[in-house]
């Protein structure tokens, strides 16, 4: 199962922070550190996994970096690495969708969305839908089409990286 | 989208955030949640304000700022009637609630009437909730909504999902909530058509097929039936294909479920299919350029590969499986590198052979020097547990070559993965003590505390190993630059074996003092103390040096660090104490009985506890004192079992067949009162236990003490008891005692004439035969017959007289019941009075009990014909 799910950039700012699993208030912020610092010192060439047992006992970091932003789930032994990191790839591609050309700024200023998008994909830890189709779906269906906001200069879309891995 | 766009403070609150800097932006903060407070408080808060108020709320908290009011208004919002406003009201639920808080019982009441509501996102938002966070009165309340939800037909896919999710939940935490009728209707729906609740099912079977057994079978064929489907392109819509991959995530979790319960896949036509299926998942591997879809493909042939290995690890697929492997562990790209070593190291720990690892191997060690720690850490375990009897050796010396080249937590890792194989594979001593040192020389500094004490441990218990590695230690701490757990293994084990190579040249006593003198001062505090104990231990061995380290000790005793202080002040005060009294304090370590880390190899094996050892070799306890009264008393029933300036025991024994009493009286010998005395059983053997004991521990001198024991009834051999008495005289004395109960008390003497006692005597053979042929001990020992016949009756055995051709040579038999059998015994013992020499031969029904008697025998006669006694 999924046990926390974090978005942050690359300078440690969080950007979403989702547990499955009960954690203390302090527990998290310092688990965001520690999980920031291990994450973002490593070289673009090392793998997307990493062990650790930052919570409940001996469990997997599985992220993926795209652009400023780092997406990070960690996860316990019944999960498949490359399953998640495909489920990370799902995330993103659903969040271009639904932002249209999705950047940092989206999560920053829509973070209740980005909440909803994910529980259309993560339910209770465990992987909900798949199916890009029906995730965008979902959301939109959800509630009344909006339109993006205009005055922010949004550059440095996610999308453009999306294809790097 | 989801939120109204109205909200236009927040964004301006976010806005401003952003443009300020870090140490301004608590000041910020701080204020606004003062102003969402007073807020709160006012009794007139619209619905939008309240949603505005709990979102500014959760960004605050989501920027790492605790969150101490606004609970209340969060539950508000899940009743409201927007569904954007009950969005929100849930997420903040979520974040700020946990299962134990006081307002609990309201979100209960609202997630039960939002999953009864016929709007379905009020049903998947409700679901949600409970499967992200439900405790166990809420999961006990909504149990039957949820339940409904998944099982009726009228619910929609995407309801169902997350009602099986929610269901999910409630199991894994809480398994008697749910009725476990309910499983197997579960294990049918993995047949859905929708491909993402047979998905959100699967996590489901996986964990029923962990707890219950009984449902396999069942599992099995739906797992097998839905795999074939979805490999061979049918069942499913062009929306679940993701990278042109059907459903990587589905085929996953259904190769999972396979290999938990492969063990049902008995008959011969499903193990056909699945091997057929498994064929085809492992062919779909080609020249793939996309990531994503490379990722897919690798991410089910892992499990593929796991899978065939578990079904038939010879056949047709063995070889398609291992090109599979090979490629992906020669793979460039550092996941799938990854993740290849983790499949390979889990596949040899499942107990597969794979030869074809060894043309890896170079590849495996280069990854030991990559960048990336995960990777490190792989190639690591993939090398430890590549490790066999065979390659022991030589994966050892290479994991030893790229020691000096890593960082410190790798260091770490390979030296106690090193020193647990060296353990487990070590055939001679000498290459266990080498390789140690080498880790403990190379790279101290990454050695942790285990590493060395079990080091110590192993040498502590094994003799053979003992001279070779203090002669070894002594060496390497000749050079300055040593490490402290060098240091510290070394100097302790000179404390201990530091007399083994006394008469060495350049390694006499005064040199190990030196040695160790030299390392104290430049040491840390925790390797003082260590140091200090480990002179007086050199002391107690070699006299010469008491003066020596008097004056150490002296020095230290006025360090201004409490913990060396006290030992050195103690220490100082035992040397001068009476010499006798030293020794006990510094007696050899016992061998340790904490057990390996691993099973260990031929030349760690327990002391073995063969039959031919004699009864005084007993490692643990100092029994030496009380030997001379212990071997009278095995053939005597009465008389003083121990004697000193202070105390005496004395011992009355009587014995019929398997059953017997004995009786200890101490008394005092001083004039003054003896206080704390006690008497404890350090070793036993069942059956034999205190049956009365003296309740006083004030020891006075017209007292006498007793202490009786019984045993009921013989099933087994033992070893003689072991009895402890201590007490106050001025300082503390404590006497180990070897009770003498031995086989041969138990044993009644029999008389045979000639005839018969040749027949049986020729019927037990020679291979039930223990023969010895000894001397005595001590130079003025000599064998004379009156006392040896005295002897021989004593210890039970009936004289047939006149039947051997030579005189002097001595017939008996007795007859043993142990464990209610009877165990016939015959003895003949040829002395040869000029050379004080015995031949002695015993045989019986059983060999043990005719080996021990004869060594007991042996011991026994050694030891009794000292020309004082």
Sequence with gaps: ?165 | MVVNNQMKGLKTFISDLRNLKEKDEEKRVNIELAKIRAKFQSSTLSAYDRKKYVSKLLYIYMLGYPISFGHLEAVKLLTAAKYSEKQIGYLAVALLLNENHDLIRLVINSIKKDLLSLDSYKNSIALHAVANFGGREMCETVYPEVQQLLMSAATENIVRQKAALSLLHIYRKFPDIMDPDLREPIIMLLDDDDLNVSLAVSTFVLLIVCREPSLHNLVCKKAIHKLKLIVSGRGYSSDYVYYSVPCPWLQVNLCRILLACHKEVIDDSTKRTLIHVLDRMLSIFDDIKETQHLNAINAILFEAIKLAFAIDDSGSLYQKCMNCLGKMIADKEANVRYLAFDTTAYLISCGHHIPSLKTHKELILSSLRYKDVSLRKKSLELLYMMCDAENSKSVVDDLLMYLPYLDSVSQEDLISKVASLTEIYADDYKWYVDVNLQLLRVAGRSVNDDVWHQFVRVIVNNESTQQYSVRRLFKLLQSDSTHECLVRSGCYLLGEYGYLIADEPESGPLQQFLTVYKKLHASSTRTKVLLLTVLLKLSNLQPDLQKRVASVFKQYSVSLNTEIQQRACEYLQLLSLPSDFLSIVCEKVPVFTIPAKSQPSSFISKSDVSLTDSLNSVKEFDISSSLSGFYRLCWRDKGILYRDSQVQVGAVMEFHDSQGYLSLYFENRQKETFSSFSATLLRTFPNFQVDASFTDSIFSPDKQLQQRFSIDRLDGLFDPPILRISFLAGVMRSVNLLLPVVLSKFMLPTVFDGSTFFQRWGKMGLEREAQLTYGLNGVHSKLDERRLVKIILGLNWGLCPGIDMNPTNIVGAGILQVNAQNIGCLLRLEPNYQKNMIRLSIRSTNTTVANVLATNMQDILKNSFHSEA
């Design chain 1, 1 to 165: 199962m999924i046990y926390a799910i974090f978005i942050f950039n690359n300078k440690g700012k969080p950007r979403l922070t989702k547990f499955y699993t009960p954690i203390e208030e302090s527990d998290q912020q310092r688990l965001l550190g520690e999980i920031y610092h291990s994450v973002s010192n490593r070289t673009a060439a090392s793998c997307n996994f990493l062990e650790s047992s930052l919570i409940a006992g001996k469990n997997r970091i599985i992220y993926r970096q795209y652009a400023t932003l780092y997406f990070v789930f960690v996860v316990d032994e019944a999960e498949s690495e490359l399953g998640i990191l495909d489920l990370i790839q799902v995330f993103v591609e659903a969040l271009d969708r639904c932002f249209n050309n999705v950047c940092e700024l989206d999560l920053v200023f829509k973070f209740q969305e980005i909440h909803a998008i994910l529980a259309e994909i993560v339910s209770g830890g465990l992987v909900l839908e798949t199916n890009l189709n029906e995730i965008v779906a979902a959301c939109k269906n959800q509630m009344p089409k909006t339109k993006r906001p205009g005055g922010l200069n949004f550059g440095n879309t996610l999308s453009s990286f999306a294809t790097r891995f």
